[in-house]
């Protein structure tokens, strides 16, 4: 099923961004359908993650996460890579 066609987001007249797949940016769905995928993440890969990579503390708000860590552990790009 394809939910989306083809979504042109113009941010500046330089940079704009096409969207192939998935829902449309604004849709009432896109919202729920992010939260659904993200508290799975939470509760199946975070624990796994906060144990390899000596996570301290993981906040989300919205669309923003604060991430404590320790650095002399590891670095967030190798937390980004897993």
Wanted: glycine fraction near 4%; aromatic fraction near 8%; include cysteine.
């Amino acid at each position: 099923m394809r939910l989306v066609a083809c979504t042109v987001i113009t941010v500046s007249p330089v940079w704009r961004c096409v969207q192939h797949d998935g829902l449309a940016m604004g849709a009432p769905s896109s919202g729920l359908t992010a939260e659904i995928f993200l508290q799975h993440m939470e509760h199946t890969h975070l624990p796994l993650l906060a144990r390899k990579h000596k996570i301290i503390n993981y906040c989300q708000y919205v669309d923003n996460i604060f991430l404590i860590f320790d650095s002399t552990h590891t670095s967030i790009r190798e937390i980004l890579e897993d």
